[in-house]
């Protein structure tokens, strides 16, 4: 018998936490993974830094968080897709929300940051030096 959806997804939501508080440092004032199921699996990792929110280049390409939401993409039946996975991780606990396409509105992503962490400034790493300028 094939194993429930949704266990499968709880599974990998649990690694997916343990993988971002051994990364991010357990003792920060929170982690917060926001995945975006639209087109393939991006996904964003912002960490409470005490008076500021810092985002976090991740190298999907060696990442055991990535792998585990193209587990979570290919469990969930097309009958309840979602196109966005919030996971938020504190003080050894996580709680997930699950981001509807009817539920999308603008700038969502900055509005999620804002909603766990309040108004603290997002801090984004400085461009490399040989960047691209389009």
Not at 7 to 36: P, R
Not at 59 to 77: C, E, G, M, Q, T
Request: hydrophobic share 40%; net charge negative; glycine share 6%.
């Amino acid at each position: 018998m094939m194993e429930d959806w949704r266990n499968v997804v709880a599974d990998c939501l649990h690694d997916i936490s343990q993988c971002l508080a051994t990364k991010y440092n357990n003792e920060s004032g929170g982690i917060l993974l926001i995945c975006d199921f639209e087109v393939g699996i991006g996904y964003d990792v912002f960490v409470d830094k005490g008076e500021f929110v810092e985002y976090q280049n991740s190298d999907r390409r060696d990442d055991l968080a990535h792998d585990l939401l193209f587990d979570i993409k290919y469990a969930v039946p097309m009958t309840h897709q979602f196109e966005q996975l919030e996971l938020f991780v504190r003080d050894g606990k996580f709680s997930t929300k699950l981001v509807y396409l009817e539920d999308i509105g603008p700038d969502r992503r900055s509005a999620a940051v804002f909603s766990y962490f309040g108004e603290k400034p997002i801090v984004y790493p400085e461009m490399p030096e040989d960047h691209w300028t389009l």
